[in-house]
């Protein structure tokens, strides 16, 4: 069920600071968290690592509207000796939502969140004096991540991606099948009951992903490595009430944005194969095995009809749709086996 938008979200959020604009030096650590203008608004973003000449990886969250930035430290902290890590609100989600909140009415378009992102990579780059950075994607961001590589390929090292959607024709049907098959199989009558009662995708109504997605859950929870709980522990600044309410209240906003009210949202335009297959940046795709919303065979049919300079694709075991430690530990070996110098 698609929770309310909670009234502490409307709290005003002047008190947040801007992001220091000065350039960060070599052998410099850098611990920033703020505001920086991106098109036209002000957007949240957080940067931390030991050394500033080391590589950028920008962290591009799902949903959309579930920033990782409240989890970041638990996640990647342990990167930040090697890598200069990057989280960023997107438009519609989390502190930037807080920030620069959004009519309810107001679209989201992959279009304009492919320029925000293009826009803070370009002011990365120049505020750690690197022509490139590295994009890691998974789930809605690897639809956003594909978008941005496609734009600028010379703004990027490389990306890394996980949980890859590829169209909107193909990975809702792929996985209610693969669901439906999974349910049928453990006599789960309940389930299979709950599955047919939607149909076929594509739906018109938002409540169905949600139906789908608890399902997935379910399933995938008793084959796949848990993350630990402390991963999805908020670091303090992201657990006041009204950070917690702007959190929601951009998931709230952003999921309709993305699914729609009549299956008309952003996910309906996605179709990553026209977008062209050749690419002018290496492509990794870290696939869990045990994916039941982007299950692994759409992802391997689109990584087997690109072209780029290198490309991977590792089929990880235990591992579903969201991210847990062989997941964050198979991109940490990627970036240090493909990107250091």
């Not at 620069?100 to 992102?117: F, N, V």
């Not at 399902?215 to 709980?229: D, G, L, S």
């Amino acid at each position: 069920m698609l929770r309310p938008l909670l009234a502490a979200a409307l709290i005003a959020t002047a008190a947040m600071p801007a992001l220091a604009s000065a350039a960060c030096a070599a052998g410099q650590k850098v611990q920033e968290k703020g505001l920086v203008p991106i098109g036209g608004i002000q957007q949240w973003v957080t940067i931390s690592g030991r050394n500033c000449a080391n590589p950028v990886v920008l962290v591009l969250h799902g949903g959309p509207g579930n920033p990782l930035s409240p989890y970041s430290k638990a996640l990647y902290g342990g990167w930040e000796k090697e890598f200069t890590i990057v989280q960023w609100d997107q438009r519609g989600a989390g502190m930037t939502y807080g920030a620069s909140k959004p009519a309810e009415d107001e679209p989201l378009t992959i279009e304009q969140m492919r320029d925000d992102g293009i826009a803070l990579a370009e002011y990365l780059a120049k505020k750690f004096d690197k022509q490139k950075i590295t994009l890691i994607g998974g789930s809605w961001s690897s639809v956003l991540a594909v978008h941005m590589i496609k734009a600028r390929p010379d703004l990027f090292e490389a990306y890394v991606g996980a949980a890859q959607i590829v169209s909107y024709r193909e990975n809702p049907h792929a996985a209610y099948q693969r669901l439906l098959a999974v349910t049928r199989r453990a006599n789960d009558t309940e389930a299979v009951k709950q599955l047919e009662a939607l149909g076929t995708p594509p739906w018109t109504d938002p409540h169905n992903f949600g139906i789908m997605r608890r399902v997935i859950r379910k399933y995938e929870a008793q084959v796949t490595e848990p993350a630990p709980k402390a991963w999805w522990k908020p670091s303090p600044e992201y657990a006041t009430p009204e950070a917690m309410a702007n959190y929601e209240g951009g998931e709230d906003y952003s999921y309709i944005q993305f699914v729609g009210m009549r299956g008309d949202g952003m996910y309906s335009r996605v179709d990553l194969p026209k977008l062209g297959t050749s690419f002018k940046v290496p492509f990794y795709l870290l696939q869990g095995e045990e994916d039941l919303l982007t299950t692994p065979d759409v992802a391997r049919r689109y990584f087997d009809s690109i072209s780029a300079p290198q490309k991977e694709f590792i089929l990880l075991p235990r591992v579903g749709h969201d991210p847990n430690p062989t997941l964050v530990a198979a991109q940490y070996k990627l970036l240090k086996e493909h990107l250091q110098p």
